[in-house]
């Protein structure tokens, strides 16, 4: 059973939903990014979302972009980000992590290195934003000899027949993205995105975490009561840019917002 697997079975045990944040790798500098994580653990988050960085983020607004060019700064490498997993590992064992990016850095690699890379550094899933189920037959194949969870996104627009192929090649969980458009943006309608979460739930039985749009307590609470993860990044990323002058404040700013973010996805009612 995989990390995340068993996070999520854990929780369901206990009636919590699982808290997922998401922040760059590098950003705003290299130094920040690990124990940022920990900090992130302690606040109340269950898996850890860690993006790597890339220079034409096509998913992402404004906020992710910009840290993804704060980090690329630094020149941070792919190989860069799973040494901070590996770091992370020598002290956190359990809490599952989850790389996110496109696929390029990943093709220049090969999904062979990548996979096993990822693998001993301590990884648990994979998200390519940029590749589709149909296309990914080597890369899925790739991450499967290593046990890594493949995580695919799902849009309010998907039809039936692409939630099956999305869900019948995905492991972990399978991430529903809850608004048209890039990350960080508005207009979260929840009821819209319970509808959405019924269709998917008749196609397979993983887990299913929410994510774009959602941004404070309230909109976590309410994503909390139809979903069984919450995933929550721009938000994050913006305390993050709040503070790059000051980065020894990013750890409680990030944190803060965990805290709050975890008290109301664990008093919502279902």
């Given at each position: 059973?995989?990390?995340?697997?068993?996070?999520?079975?854990?929780?369901?045990?206990?009636?919590?939903?699982?808290?997922?944040?998401?922040?760059?790798?590098?950003?705003?500098?290299?130094?920040?990014?690990?124990?940022?994580?920990?900090?992130?653990v302690?606040?109340?988050?269950?898996?850890?979302?860690?993006?790597?960085?890339?220079?034409?983020?096509?998913?992402?607004?404004?906020?992710?972009?910009?840290?993804s060019e704060?980090?690329?700064?630094?020149?941070?490498?792919?190989?860069?980000?799973?040494d901070?997993v590996?770091?992370?590992?020598?002290?956190?064992?359990?809490?599952?992590?989850?790389?996110?990016?496109?696929?390029?850095?990943?093709?220049?690699?090969?999904?062979?290195?990548?996979a096993?890379?990822?693998?001993?550094a301590?990884?648990d899933?994979?998200?390519?934003?940029?590749?589709?189920?149909?296309?990914?037959?080597?890369?899925?194949?790739?991450?499967?000899?290593?046990?890594?969870?493949?995580?695919?996104?799902?849009?309010?627009?998907?039809?039936?027949?692409?939630?099956?192929?999305?869900?019948?090649?995905?492991?972990?969980?399978?991430y529903?993205?809850?608004?048209?458009?890039?990350?960080?943006?508005?207009?979260?309608?929840?009821?819209?995105?319970?509808?959405?979460?019924?269709?998917i739930?008749?196609?397979?039985?993983?887990?299913?975490?929410?994510?774009?749009?959602?941004?404070?307590?309230?909109?976590?609470?309410?994503?909390?009561?139809?979903a069984?993860?919450?995933?929550?990044?721009?938000?994050?990323v913006?305390?993050?840019?709040?503070?790059?002058?000051a980065?020894?404040?990013?750890?409680?700013?990030?944190?803060?917002?965990?805290?709050?973010?975890?008290?109301?996805?664990?008093?919502?009612?279902?």
């Open positions: 059973m995989s990390r995340i697997t068993a996070c999520f079975e854990k929780l369901k045990k206990s009636g919590r939903k699982v808290l997922i944040p998401y922040v760059t790798a590098g950003d705003p500098t290299p130094a920040v990014t690990l124990p940022l994580m920990h900090e992130m302690r606040a109340g988050a269950d898996i850890i979302e860690l993006g790597v960085p890339f220079s034409d983020p096509m998913a992402d607004g404004p906020v992710i972009q910009a840290a704060r980090a690329l700064s630094y020149q941070i490498s792919l190989r860069d980000v799973m901070m590996q770091r992370f590992r020598l002290t956190d064992k359990a809490t599952p992590v989850i790389l996110m990016g496109y696929l390029n850095p990943i093709e220049v690699m090969g999904y062979d290195t990548f096993r890379s990822a693998a001993q301590g990884v899933g994979v998200l390519t934003v940029d590749l589709p189920p149909e296309e990914g037959h080597d890369f899925l194949a790739a991450l499967n000899e290593q046990l890594l969870d493949p995580i695919f996104l799902i849009a309010p627009t998907s039809t039936e027949e692409r939630i099956k192929l999305i869900t019948d090649n995905a492991s972990g969980f399978v529903y993205v809850a608004i048209k458009g890039v990350t960080g943006a508005s207009d979260l309608d929840v009821d819209d995105v319970a509808a959405h979460l019924e269709k739930r008749k196609q397979t039985d993983l887990p299913i975490g929410v994510g774009f749009g959602i941004k404070d307590a309230d909109s976590a609470a309410r994503v909390a009561q139809v069984d993860a919450v995933v929550v990044g721009s938000a994050i913006k305390r993050v840019a709040e503070h790059i002058d980065p020894e404040k990013i750890n409680d700013a990030v944190t803060g917002l965990l805290g709050v973010l975890r008290h109301a996805i664990d008093t919502a009612e279902d």
